[in-house]
Each structure stands twice: as structure tokens, then as C-alpha cells.
């Protein structure tokens, strides 16, 4: 499709979720085949309208399509063409929108048993710096439901099997027309699973799942920042009587360091030195997030907040062999809590002649906007 799929359905780019939604059925509703019977160019408009809200009502779709264009799905049997000899269903198209609706059940395309996933699950995760400057693997301990090993995640005692639903025939929808409308809802019977059980499980209930706690390795690639969610496939809440699993998604936070500050992939640090090895100059050592020790040369005369650039001491840049700078900035400490022999050395030392140039042709130029 040549065509932007935001301009297909009429919204922005910044579009939220619902405003998308509302457009989609919106457009839906107009060029339902069943409101242009014969007219070939509204149903294929509305397969494009479909295939565009397909990619933008999911996140994961959306991003992909926000930064590759059409480039992300190809060979995915995505487009308005590939509906073309798949049976494509007008009416469960429909059905869909007026569930979304109407609450007729919530069944999605593609038969009950789509339904039966399991829901995605969200873990917290913090991090230390050091540990998002290398890399890491986690454990992580998640309270979850699972596949019942008893019957297989069947829901049906050991021995027997789930049936074909009766009423519905397996689908899990059951379809009525009314009109030019195709309304689906959820079958009464089997409640969208397609199946029903004449001896549920003992183990756990019918469901095909209990509730367990799973251990898990999650892999921290070296460069993350704060708030990157890493998607685990399958490893969310199992599905209902063999229904696929939900997914995992880790959110990571980064705790606050007490030494550094990141700033994208440059990492910041204020190192307080002495009046006199700024005044004098000379060498210090710096920590850096590798563990190691950098060595800096202090000119003589150093100001306060004068920085020094470490290159390539930042953050790794994820999935990228570059990497960010680190900026060390010098805090020069006034001294306190001099004894009297300190303040006369002081006082002689500024006698002996001027040595802060700045601050005394501010003062002359003061003296000449007042008149001397």
C-alpha cells in the first residue's frame, strides 16, 4: 500500500490509540461491503482501512511502521493484498467493531480459542548504573499462572478430552444478521473457547493453568536507560485450556549514582579540588565506570566548573560499538576553618600583587559607570 496509513484513516501521526480507534470505525462503518453491495472500489477500501488499523492499533506495529514505513512488513503476508484467497470475513470485521462497542463478548478474529491467551505480565526491575554501562543478567521472580502439567493445559481430567462445542460448532462466536449488519457474540455454551468439557480437570478446575511462581534470566544488553522495557515472548500467564501464553514485559529503571550523572550516552561527574591545585595545577585521578582510574592534568589558573572531555568513557550506545563521552567538571573549594597563621599567609599573599584579573576589571568597569 502506497498510500500513509495515517492518512488513510484521516489522523495525525501523534494520534492517540482511541482517536485512531474512532476513525477506524468511522470508515468501517462507510465502506462496509454490506452498505455498498457491488461496489468494488469501497470494499477495498475498506480492506485498506482495515489493514491500516490492524498496524496502528498495535504499539509494537506502530513504532516498527513509524520508523521503517511499510519496509517493516514486507514478506509478512501484510498489505491489503494479502487478503486476496485467504477467505477474508467481512463480517467478523464487523463483528469486532461492534463488540468493541457494544461489549458482545470481545471475541477476536480467528476462531474463541485466540481469545484464551493468556494475559501479558509487567515486572519492575532496578538497575545500578555500573550495571547498565556493561550488561547484565538478571533473575527475576514472577507470581504467574502455568500450563497444568496434570492435564497438559487441556482442562479435561487425564484420560478424556474437551469436545466440540455443540452450539457454535468450534468457532466460539455465534453470528446473527440483522440487517446490513453482522453482529457476533460470544457463545453461551462454551463461553468462546470452541470446546467444552465434560470432566474438567481435577488439578485445576478446567482452567489448563494454576497458579505458580517462575524463575527467570533476563538479559540486560550494555547501554539501557531508564524506562526501556525488554519484551519477554511466552513468558507471561498461560493461556486457558491450551490457550497460547501472554508475554513478559520488564520495565527498567536505572538507580541514581552517587558519583555520576547520565545525560543520554554522556556521563557527567564534579570532582572537588584545592584552592592550590587549581591555583598551582597538577595531576589528579578521576574515577570511571569501568572501575579504573583516569589521570587529568589541572592547568594552572583553573577556573571553577572548567570541564575536561574523556572520550569514549560514557555509556555504550545499545546495540552500537560506539559510545558516549565522560565530562569530569572541576569544583574549586574555598578553604574553611583557617587558623590565624593561614589567614596572615593569605593576607601577604594577596598584598604581593593582583591575581585575579577578572574580578578586578569588573570592579574598574563599575568604578567608571558610577564616575569613579
Known sequence: ???DYYELLGVSRTASADDIKKAFRKLAMQYHPDRNPGDAEAEKKFKEVNHAYDILKDADK????????TAAFEG???GPGGFQGQGFDFGSVFGD???EMFGAGGQRRGGGRADMRGQDLRFNLEITLEQAYGGTEATVRVPSSVSCESCKGSGAEPGSKPQQCPTCHGRGRLRAQQGFFTVERTCHTCHGAGQVIDKPCRAC???GR???EKTLKVNIPAGVEDGTRIRLTGEGEAGARGGPPGDLY????VRRHQLFEREGADVHCRVPISMVQATLGGNIEVPTLDGKMARIAVPSGAQNGHQFRLRGKGMPIVRSSQRGDMYIEINVETPTNLTARQKELLKEFEKAGKTSPESEGFFSKVKEMFGG
Not at 250 to 253: D, E, I, P
Open 1 to 3: 500500500m502506497s498510500q
Open 62 to 69: 506502530r513504532a516498527a511502521y513509524d520508523r521503517y514505513g
Open 76 to 78: 509478512g503476508g501484510g
Open 97 to 99: 467493531i461492534f463488540e
Open 205 to 207: 478446575g478446567g482452567q
Open 210 to 212: 494454576v497458579r505458580r
Open 250 to 253: 520488564v520495565f527498567l529503571s
